[in-house]
């Protein structure tokens, strides 16, 4: 069984920066694409970033330009490079990866991790 440990949360003010970080521990085979998603207190859960194995990287309209995704596929690890942070970016941020083992395939996520962007 895999485990995502999120890292990186916390207290920044508007136009302050955060890096979050997920590394993917325990058995696995390989890890596929990993994302980060966000939920706001009363909101769905959104798609913030993805990449895949590759490194091709996808990002939601709001975030784009101030939000960088970007892995260490030796460590198994993604991270969330954030700046220019803005009130509406608070959210709980969720890791989630793709994984296979003995030749089976599934999706695990993280604990998550609080973001609160507050002067």
């Known amino acids: 069984q895999v485990q995502l440990v999120e890292s990186g949360g916390g207290l920044v003010q508007p136009g302050g920066s955060l890096r979050l970080s997920c590394a993917a521990t325990g058995r696995f085979s390989r890890i596929l694409t990993m994302a980060w998603y966000r939920q706001a207190p009363g909101n769905l859960r959104e798609l913030v970033a993805s990449i895949t194995s590759g490194g091709d990287t996808n990002y939601v309209d709001s975030v784009k330009g101030r939000f960088t995704i970007s892995r260490d596929n030796a460590k198994n690890t993604v991270y969330l490079q954030m700046s220019s942070l803005k009130p509406e970016d608070t959210a709980v941020y969720y890791c989630?990866?793709?994984?296979?083992?003995?030749?089976?395939?599934?999706?695990?996520w993280g604990q998550g991790t609080q973001v609160t962007v507050s002067s």
């Open positions: 989630k990866a793709g994984v296979t083992y003995n030749f089976n395939a599934y999706e695990k």
